[in-house]
Nanobody, 130 residues
């Protein structure tokens, strides 16, 4: 059984930093892409960042480029999202997602789509407020 568990959310002032973690259990041999999405209150869920797991290709949404950094720990089956220079508009629930489809290679820009991912975490709230 595959489980994704996020941690590291919280409340921070504008300009501050937070680091999210997402550990995938039960999927060690079937990890092909992982991603972060976020959903603000009253809005649709949107893509934030993704990694093609085996190729170490990283992708970012334009609003977070230069401020957010995705990284991975292969041994721990974990991804991290370092978020710097946070802005009030970054306030959202952040979800990690996992693609386990072994029969095809994850491609960009398809990796921005929610439908590319098979498993989702429960979400971690990030609030940026003064």
């Amino acid at each position: 059984q595959v489980h994704l568990v996020e941690s590291g959310g919280g409340t921070v002032q504008p300009g501050g930093s937070l680091r999210l973690s997402c550990e995938a259990s039960g999927a060690a041999d079937n990890m092909y892409a992982m991603a972060w999405f976020r959903q603000a209150a009253g809005k649709d869920r949107e893509f934030v960042s993704a990694i093609a797991w085996l190729r170490d290709n990283f992708y970012y949404a334009d609003p977070v480029k230069g401020r957010f950094t995705l990284s991975k720990d292969t041994a721990m089956n974990t991804i991290f999202l370092q978020m710097n220079d946070l802005k009030p508009e970054d306030t959202a629930k952040y979800y990690c997602a996992l693609d386990t489809k072994y029969w095809r290679i994850p491609r960009w820009p398809e990796m921005k789509r929610e439908s590319e991912y098979d498993y989702w975490g429960q979400g971690a709230q990030v609030t940026v407020s003064s």
